[in-house]
């Protein structure tokens, strides 16, 4: 990738030419002047994810797409299985009240209750 501005400037990945650059990709920013991203890091490589994955989408780290509703479902449906992993639980603070059910606002004064969908 080459910066339009500085043509001297570019980042490096060994990424197939079929990836596309898609899904989880390594680039080195060696080459990149002043690149913020990377100053006072130890290394100039850094892991990138891009997609072409629509709102509601999940990016598997192969570039492909599925439903965000399947990430973290404990089934695998990325071929990298990707969608299953850095999944945790949610942590609730002590002051949260398990009885009163989360809310969303409707407008600037009105708040309904919010459907949450469970299975087990």
């Known amino acids: 990738l080459r910066d339009t501005k500085d043509p001297g400037s570019k980042a490096v990945s060994s990424a197939l030419e079929s990836s596309l650059l898609l899904g989880m990709q390594v680039f080195d920013f ?8 990377t100053t006072g890091l130890a290394s100039k490589k850094v892991r990138v994810k891009l997609t072409s994955c629509q ?26 299985a990707s969608d299953e992993q850095d999944c945790g639980l949610l942590g609730l603070e002590g002051s949260y009240n398990r009885k009163v ?3 969303i606002s409707i407008n600037a004064t009105s708040f309904s209750p919010a459907v949450v969908d469970i299975s087990i």
Not at 59 to 80: A, E, F, K, Y
Request: hydrophobic content about 20%.
């Open 55 to 80: 709102d509601g989408q999940f990016t598997c780290s192969d570039g492909s797409c599925v439903g965000m509703r399947q990430r973290c479902d404990q089934l695998v449906h990325c071929r990298d």
């Open 101 to 103: 059910p989360p809310i």
């Open 30 to 37: 060696a080459d990149v002047k002043n690149d913020r991203c």
